[in-house]
């Protein structure tokens, strides 16, 4: 009879033990359903940032190329007169070319979104390969391209003192403070961006002719300017990289986009 009472009891356990698992397995299955959830929607967000902050990469990149591509043209100007011994552009664009050969523009990246995922290990929560690849060539090439502002310094700093020696920089820039003055008051606040004076564009002939006979006077800007064409080239090729990755990359996030959502 004391055997039978136990060997109920032990019964009566055991199957209280399977329903205490069961309960725990449960338990368990609904936490990681419910984290797989959090997972996606938090790996849609990251894929929907992405997605906005390629797109404005696009535009930005594709900006400053235009932007690089008409300052290498200005170079061009500049070594055409040299070699023709000739002006053949009007006088403000003349003096333009002169003075905006040598300037840079960079893309503004965003990457607050990407240096998110790598701090806080959340790249894991992206499931597609083929994504995160996209997504690291990209972000690395431009972080490889970066190397390339130190090494164009040298010669955008060896034209500055050059070209204030052809042209009258110090009117040039009081031109500009003029035009911001009179567009946007003292406090020179634009709220729709920078505008030029519209009296840059009132150079005279005299005053280009003046500069030109002071850059054929000073042969030695022709390499400088030579050597700013090539920069100016290789800065457009390195753009040029970018947006292609860029693209390729927004197109590989907006199709798995698609595809999961």
């Given at each position: 009879?004391?055997?039978?009472?136990?060997?109920?009891?032990?019964?009566?356990?055991?199957?209280?033990?399977?329903?205490?698992?069961?309960?725990?397995?449960?338990?368990?299955?609904?936490?990681?359903?419910?984290?797989?959830?959090?997972?996606?929607?938090?790996?849609?967000?990251?894929?929907?940032?992405?997605?906005?902050?390629?797109?404005?990469?696009?535009?930005?990149?594709?900006?400053?190329?235009?932007?690089?591509?008409?300052?290498?043209?200005?170079?061009?100007?500049?070594?055409?007169?040299?070699?023709?011994?000739?002006r053949a552009e009007?006088?403000?664009?003349?003096?333009?070319?002169?003075?905006?050969?040598?300037?840079?523009?960079?893309?503004?990246?965003?990457?607050?979104?990407?240096?998110?995922?790598?701090?806080?290990?959340?790249?894991?929560?992206?499931?597609?390969?083929?994504?995160?690849?996209?997504?690291?060539?990209?972000?690395?090439?431009?972080?490889?391209?970066?190397?390339?502002?130190?090494?164009?310094?040298?010669?955008?700093?060896?034209?500055?003192?050059?070209?204030?020696?052809?042209?009258?920089?110090?009117?040039?820039?009081?031109?500009?403070?003029?035009?911001?003055?009179?567009?946007?008051?003292?406090?020179?606040?634009?709220?729709?961006?920078?505008?030029?004076?519209?009296?840059?564009?009132?150079?005279?002939?005299?005053?280009?002719?003046?500069?030109?006979?002071r850059l054929l006077s000073?042969?030695?800007?022709?390499?400088?300017?030579?050597?700013?064409?090539?920069?100016?080239?290789?800065?457009?090729?390195?753009?040029?990289?970018?947006?292609?990755?860029?693209?390729?990359?927004?197109?590989?996030?907006?199709?798995?986009?698609?595809?999961?959502?």
């Open positions: 009879m004391l055997f039978r009472k136990l060997k109920l009891n032990w019964r009566y356990g055991v199957s209280e033990l399977v329903i205490v698992v069961l309960g725990v397995f449960i338990a368990l299955a609904a936490d990681g359903w419910r984290q797989q959830r959090v997972d996606r929607v938090t790996e849609s967000e990251y894929i929907e940032r992405l997605i906005q902050d390629l797109h404005l990469d696009t535009a930005s990149v594709s900006n400053i190329m235009m932007q690089t591509e008409e300052r290498a043209r200005y170079c061009h100007v500049v070594l055409v007169a040299f070699d023709s011994e000739q009007s006088p403000s664009d003349f003096i333009e070319a002169v003075e905006y050969g040598n300037y840079f523009s960079y893309p503004s990246y965003s990457t607050t979104t990407v240096d998110e995922l790598m701090s806080t290990g959340s790249l894991r929560l992206i499931r597609s390969t083929e994504v995160k690849e996209a997504v690291s060539r990209y972000y690395e090439t431009i972080e490889w391209t970066q190397q390339f502002h130190e090494v164009f310094r040298p010669a955008q700093l060896a034209i500055a003192p050059y070209k204030a020696e052809i042209i009258d920089l110090d009117r040039r820039y009081s031109l500009v403070q003029e035009g911001l003055r009179r567009s946007c008051g003292p406090t020179l606040s634009c709220d729709e961006g920078i505008p030029w004076a519209p009296s840059m564009q009132d150079v005279s002939e005299a005053e280009a002719d003046l500069a030109f006979e000073k042969p030695e800007g022709r390499s400088l300017y030579a050597s700013m064409a090539r920069i100016q080239g290789v800065h457009y090729s390195n753009l040029a990289s970018i947006l292609k990755l860029a693209e390729d990359s927004l197109a590989t996030l907006e199709q798995y986009a698609a595809d999961e959502w």
